[in-house]
């Protein structure tokens, strides 16, 4: 049976940078919506255009368009083994939609780690953050530098900086999580699915406690 692995938490709270360590290791393919709808965006596809406006003031996109999204992504062939979801889902009803997809295929989400930060600490992830445009590896100026300023390790790519990483926006992203997706705890936690990992370590002791946590799934 096809096992999903939703990666939970704030924006900013290290769940792409650890999606991508974490579905290397264990040979998974990453979903992340935010990533899916930047390429969007950067193309100027429909989506994009529809999706601009929410993403640049901190708002969810509403749930039709990313549910339709990320059905379409799951039914691509890399992902029918499996994969880890980041970023996505960010709302009840989100939640359900990917249960009923999923089950369709018979796929479950099998585990939901919730990575925690606190709010301080986010705030200096976020505007310390730099994003590569091939690929949206993630890079942060003093916890994660680049070798070279301005450009992605990985794929020599241009870094950016986010608009949505403005710290206004930032703030607003916050608001959103409490109110739109913080209730994801409760659902997954229900299903016994949940489990909280500490993500203000560094990096790589944060991977460490993901790997063990999903070692006993
Ligand atoms: P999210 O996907 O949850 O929004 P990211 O993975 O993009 O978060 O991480 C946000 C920023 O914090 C990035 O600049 C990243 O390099 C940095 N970061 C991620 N995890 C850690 C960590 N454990 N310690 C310090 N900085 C981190
Ligand atoms: P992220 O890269 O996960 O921080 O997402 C960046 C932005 O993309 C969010 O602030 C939203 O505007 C949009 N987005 C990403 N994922 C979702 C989602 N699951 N539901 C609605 N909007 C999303």
Same mark, same amino acid.
């Given at each position: 049976?096809?096992?999903?692995?939703?990666?939970?938490?704030?924006?900013g709270?290290? !769940?792409?940078?650890?999606?991508?360590?974490?579905?290397?290791?264990?040979?998974?393919?990453?979903?992340?919506?935010?990533?899916?709808?930047?390429?969007?965006?950067?193309?100027?596809?429909?989506?994009?255009?529809?999706?601009?406006?929410?993403?640049?003031?901190?708002?969810?996109?509403?749930?039709?368009?990313?549910?339709?999204?990320?059905?379409?992504?799951?039914? !691509?062939?890399?992902?029918? !083994?499996?994969?880890?979801?980041?970023?996505?889902?960010?709302?009840?009803?989100?939640?359900?939609?990917?249960?009923?997809?999923?089950?369709?295929?018979?796929?479950e989400?099998?585990?939901?780690?919730?990575?925690?930060?606190?709010?301080?600490?986010?705030?200096?992830?976020?505007?310390?953050?730099?994003?590569?445009?091939?690929?949206?590896?993630?890079?942060?100026?003093?916890?994660?530098?680049?070798?070279?300023?301005?450009?992605?390790?990985?794929?020599?790519?241009?870094?950016?900086?986010?608009?949505?990483?403005?710290?206004?926006?930032?703030?607003k992203?916050?608001?959103?999580?409490?109110?739109?997706?913080?209730?994801?705890?409760?659902?997954?936690?229900?299903?016994?699915?949940?489990?909280?990992?500490?993500?203000?370590?560094?990096?790589?002791q944060?991977?460490?406690?993901?790997l063990?946590?999903?070692?006993?799934?």
């Open positions: 049976m096809p096992n999903y692995y939703v990666f939970l938490g704030p924006p709270a290290g !769940k792409g940078t650890q999606a991508k360590i974490v579905a290397d290791t264990l040979q998974l393919s990453h979903v992340s919506s935010g990533d899916i709808f930047r390429a969007n965006l950067s193309n100027q596809t429909e989506l994009g255009k529809l999706a601009q406006g929410y993403m640049n003031r901190g708002e969810l996109v509403p749930d039709d368009l990313t549910i339709s999204m990320i059905r379409d992504r799951l039914q !691509k062939p890399d992902c029918g !083994k499996g994969a880890i979801l980041d970023g996505f889902p960010r709302t009840p009803a989100q939640a359900e939609a990917l249960d009923i997809m999923l089950r369709e295929n018979a796929g989400v099998v585990f939901v780690p919730l990575i925690s930060v606190p709010n301080n600490l986010i705030l200096e992830r976020m505007t310390g953050r730099w994003s590569c445009r091939a690929a949206g590896h993630v890079y942060h100026s003093k916890y994660n530098p680049p070798k070279q300023a301005g450009v992605c390790d990985l794929d020599g790519s241009e870094l950016y900086q986010r608009e949505d990483d403005k710290l206004e926006t930032v703030q992203r916050l608001d959103v999580y409490e109110k739109q997706t913080a209730p994801l705890i409760a659902y997954y936690s229900a299903q016994g699915k949940l489990v909280e990992i500490d993500g203000s370590l560094e990096i790589t944060v991977t460490a406690s993901l063990q946590a999903l070692a006993g799934k």
